[in-house]
């Protein structure tokens, strides 16, 4: 079947979670929901590996979770980031950065 | 966190992090839904969509679980679940193989925990493997167990280079009457020299060791108490020491108590220091009348000492040649003496458990081989749905992990109750017998074994399930699978070797229950019903000579014959079947040269009052029993047995020719007339019978006698009426050894009766486990080769062909254990040979009679899963699979 969204890499994942943290707490949905909503559909959050994502995120440390209502009052778990988690985003997106610019260059000039 | 800390979070909040994990997906796919009706799609669609876009859903949470490591135990759980759930579908398979288990780890655990505790744990001696039993020899008389000279002692003691120390005690123990704050009591006592407890490196638990001042000349009288005695006349109070106690008259002060696991000489209970004094026996170099105890150097073999002290003997000879001529000296291993006789019996104990075990074991693999091999379509299944191999392995292992614990648990009770049972049935006198408990490291061995089994054998499949193909697997019905060739003949081979151990076991049981029947069978030359036993011994301080023994016990015969209830009585020195101990006197017969004297063997020497052979219904075969006539002052008579008649004047009369006590020149002790022949005794061994010689009492009185009653009703119903005729003449006088003469009988059948019992009883485990093993084969075979029999059966086979076809597998399997088994059977049956009476190890009626006994069983074990193949419907099983 034809999807064109692409799918994304574990360690991606994890970088994108983050920095869709930042802005505000958010629950699972909501975060699968953002990263396609800002990615204007192009960035499929697989839900199979989000889960075991933000799992393990939180086990390292760099959020954590509590459970709250929702807009339509249903209990969900939503995920913060923490201090640790904001210095793992900066260290992760400028890797990213690095790295995509060093693509970038070969693929023009090579 | 940790993994273990996870690991019991995962345990305690088990449910919560399920529910959490759930919820949160849950929530995940409701807005999910949301979303997607808001985009247009149905309800229908939506979810199915929301579902999807999960994937497998179960996987998604396990995975979260996993990342929380609390998933280990998840699947723990769940093995475990369906472990179990397996094990309760097949009851028939999980009831055998836990019945299997039970049993194997059960015997073995019990009889291992016995031997054990008899015979391999160490004794309450310090490095007992040093200590040695010392016995002088005689070679020129065939001697080789002679009791050893005081004189010769001392010698040892200073020229010996080989020996930390030697220590003195008597051939023998003694019945000493002892009083303390009630009535007299005989107590079974023993002098030893001041060094004895120390060299056996024991110390007493209360009060304190003899020192070298106490065996001093005119040191203070003092004893050493066992805890026996101490829990039973002093109700184990710690006030003992320095309490007095008479023993046979004279005054002792109790010094020391030992601890409740010294046990040396056996049932000695008191221990007194040996002083020697001048013009006492222990001057006298000849006189022989002790045994010595030493603890070889470390470092020094037992060869190096034995031949130290070879010379040291050497040399005594020389410097005494008129004590010592001929006399060497004998090394025996403490622990030889006090287990030897146990040993023998104990080991092939545990060697029957052994096979026992191995039987357990084959059959605990066969039943799982054979279960299986019918689980091999569920392996596919799940392999085909997406178990991993090591999930399937791992899943297997759990289940025979189920079994080895469930049927090991069993086994611990089996093992509880068992040990109890054997110890119950037990001769009393093995040592340590009451000490006997289920013992940790036992448990652990043979759990670590079925463990062992169960997994190794549980896993076989497993990892043929995970070779399987599936496909291929699915497509061909189950049974064309012939299992593999390779399990098949697996599971024969284990079969075959089953019934051989099965065999062996049967054989030895068989030689063991031949053996205690013909034990049984021996003719005792006496008749023990009715005859009851007791023992006088008079107190030595206070009966000094001859002449106060011989009155004593005329006084005493006299009364005891107007007993009411008596048929008959009498007394003798020692009763039969008084084991090892006994007086062995030299003796000529008239016309021996000194040469020949010393060839001959000791006499068993016994004093007897007149009805004493009467009583105990020892025929007199020639001439006459002893009468009140046959008197101190008359001429001195004697009775021989008849091997003594036998062989000392094998074609004339025995009546009326002369033979004497010690050598032809001794002229203490005069020559006496034969008047009578009568059968052979058994005052010793059951087994054997010795040269007997009997002389009237008065011509030879001796402090002690035992009395034999044979009374109209009940023996021991005469024991109080004994009792007041001894006191009426002395009322300090103890009686002991009060017992009937078939209770001794029985008693000295016990060991031989027990190792049979035991023996019989793992021939019939064996038998039955072995049994069920081809059982299960056989039905195993059946079951997979149902089509094939449902073929033959539509292609016109007989009832009869069909079970000649299934019997045939079976019994040929049986015919090579058998076979087998008889083969190692009478290679290795020489190994019983000591426990056997006069029957040869390769007795051809039990080689014959346990194959055709077996053939019979396995018949009806093959009979039975033959029925079922009769019974196959050739269109059901043609059709399916």
């Known amino acids: 079947m034809s999807d064109n969204r692409l799918e994304l890499l574990q360690g991606t994942l994890d970088m994108l979670v983050l920095k869709v943290l930042s802005r505000k707490e958010l629950h699972g949905y909501g975060i699968a929901r953002r990263i396609q909503e800002i990615s204007e559909d192009i960035l499929k959050v697989e839900e199979g590996s989000l889960y075991p994502a933000l799992y393990r995120m939180e086990q390292k440390g760099w959020i954590e979770s509590s459970w709250g209502l929702s807009d339509n009052n249903r209990r969900a778990k939503y995920y913060h980031l923490t201090t640790v988690g904001e210095k793992q985003l900066e260290l992760e997106t400028s890797t990213w950065e690095a790295l995509s610019f060093a693509i970038a260059r070969v693929m023009q000039t090579a | 966190m940790s993994w273990w800390k996870q690991l019991l979070q995962g345990l305690w909040r088990r449910n919560e992090i399920h529910n959490e994990i759930d919820e949160e997906l849950q929530f995940h796919v409701e807005m999910r839904i949301k ?49 179990l759930r397996m094990l309760l579908a097949t009851p028939s398979f999980t009831i055998v193989t836990l019945l299997a288990l039970a049993l194997g780890i059960g015997a073995t655990s019990a ?60 051939s023998v123990n003694f019945d000493w009457t002892m009083k303390g704050k009630e009535e007299p009591q005989q107590v079974t006592g023993i002098f030893v020299s001041a060094n004895f407890f120390s060299l056996l490196g024991s110390k007493p638990i209360l009060g304190r060791d003899f020192t070298p001042e106490d065996e001093k000349q005119g040191a203070s009288s003092v004893a050493i108490i066992s805890y026996g005695l101490w829990q039973r006349q002093f109700g184990s109070d710690s006030n003992v020491i320095g309490q007095k106690l ?77 004590a010592n001529k001929g006399c060497g000296v004998r090394l025996i291993p403490l622990t030889n003496v006090i287990f030897g006789s146990d040993k023998p019996a104990l080991l092939a104990m545990l060697g029957a458990v052994g096979l026992v075990l191995l039987i357990t074991c084959a059959n605990v693999a066969n039943l799982l081989l054979a279960r299986a091999g019918s689980r091999q379509r569920e392996f596919a299944i799940r392999v085909a749905l997406g178990a991993g191999q090591i999930r399937l392995i791992r899943q297997l292992l759990t289940e025979s992990l189920l079994l080895a614990l469930v049927g090991g648990t069993i086994g611990l009770f089996i093992a509880f109750i068992g040990i109890k049972v054997l110890v119950a049935l037990a001769p009393v006198d093995i040592p340590r017998i009451n000490d ?84 049984q069978n021996v003719d005792a030359g006496f008749n023990p019903k009715n005859v009851l036993t007791l023992r006088v011994a008079l107190n030595q301080s206070k009966y000094t000579d001859k002449n106060s023994y011989r009155q004593f016990f005329r006084q005493l015969n006299q009364k005891v014959k107007e007993l009411p209830g008596i048929e008959s009585s009498g007394a003798v020195l020692m009763r039969p079947l008084s084991g090892t101990v006994g007086w062995d006197y030299p003796f000529t017969v008239q016309g021996q040269t000194l040469a020949e004297h010393k060839t001959n063997p000791p006499s068993n020497f016994e004093t007897a009052s007149p009805n004493y052979f009467q009583t105990m219904g020892i025929p007199i075969l020639k001439g006459r029993d002893f009468t009140d006539d046959d008197k101190e002052d008359t001429a001195f008579v004697a009775i021989v047995g008849e091997s003594f008649a036998k062989k000392y004047w094998p074609n004339q009369d025995p009546i009326g020719k002369s033979i004497k006590i010690g050598a032809p020149d001794e002229a203490r002790f005069p020559w006496m007339t034969v008047v009578g022949v009568v059968k052979d005794g058994r005052y010793r061994e059951w087994e054997a019978t ?69 023996f019989s009883l793992f021939a019939f485990l064996a038998l039955a486990l072995s ?19 449902g073929l033959r059966i539509a292609l016109g086979a007989s009832e009869k062909d069909i079970l000649t076809l299934v019997l045939g597998q079976g019994l040929k399997v049986v015919s090579i254990g058998i076979l087998l088994g008889l083969v190692v059977a009478w290679g290795f049956s020489h190994l019983l040979s000591s426990l056997l009476y006069q029957v040869t190890t390769t007795d051809p009626i039990t080689y014959l009679l346990i194959p055709i006994g077996l053939m019979l069983i396995a018949f009806i074990a093959c009979y039975l899963p033959a029925q079922r193949a009769i019974k196959v419907d050739p269109l059901v099983a043609l059709r399916c699979d």
Not at chain 2, 67 to 72: Q, R, Y
Not at chain 2, 511 to 519: G, T
Not at chain 2, 729 to 755: P, W
């Open chain 2, 35 to 83: 979303d997607n009706i808001a985009l247009g799609m149905t309800e229908k669609q939506a979810k199915a969509n929301a579902l999807k876009r999960f994937g497998n859903m179960q996987k998604v949470k396990s995975n979260c679980r996993e990342v929380l490591g609390v998933e280990m135990i998840e699947n723990l759980i769940q093995d475990f679940r369906y472990g």
């Open chain 2, 111 to 170: 009889i291992f925990s016995m031997v054990n505790t008899v015979v391999l744990k160490p004794l309450p001696f310090k490095s007992q493997e040093e200590l040695v039993l010392i016995w002088e020899t005689n070679p020129l008389s065939g001697h080789d167990q002679v009791e050893v000279s005081y004189q010769n002692f001392l010698d040892w003691q200073k020229q010996n280079q080989v020996f930390d120390q030697i220590a003195i005690l008597p």
């Open chain 2, 246 to 322: 008479l023993l046979e008259g004279d005054s002792v002060n109790i010094i020391g108590v030992m601890p409740q696991a010294f046990d040396f000489p056996s049932g000695v209970e008191i221990w007194v220091p040996l002083i020697s004094t001048p013009g006492d026996w222990t001057q006298k170099r000849e006189f022989r009348v002790s045994r010595a105890i030493a603890r070889i150097k470390s470092g020094v073999s037992l060869a190096n000492a034995q031949s130290d002290m070879n010379r040291v003997a050497q040399g005594l000879e020389q410097e005494y040649p008129e």
């Open chain 2, 436 to 519: 006997v408990t289920l013992d940790g490291q036992v448990i652990a061995f043979t759990f670590a074994i079925s463990l062992l089994t169960a997994v190794l054998f549980g896993l076989i499949p497993a990892f043929q399930a995970a070779r399987v193909s599936v496909n291929e697997f699915l497509k061909e019905s189950g049974s064309r699978l012939f299992g593999n060739i390779h399990a098949n003949y697996l599971r024969n081979c284990l079969v075959i070797v089953e019934v051989a151990f099965a065999v062996i076991l049967m054989v030895g049981a068989g030689l063991m229950v031949r053996s205690f029947n013909k034990l």
């Open chain 2, 690 to 758: 010795r040269m007997d010689l009997y002389m009237p009492f008065p011509q030879h009185p001796q402090y002690r006698m035992d009395f034999v009653l044979k009374t109209k009703g009940n023996p021991l119903a005469l024991v109080k009426d004994f009792n007041n005729a001894v006191y009426e003449i002395d009322k300090d006088q103890a009686i002991s050894a009060i017992t009937t003469m078939e209770e001794l009988v029985a008693g000295t059948l016990s060991r031989s009766r027990y190792n049979m019992f035991l």
């Open chain 2, 771 to 789: 049994m069920v093993g081809v059982y299960g084969v056989l039905s195993y075979i059946v079951s997979q080769r149902t089509q094939e029999i």
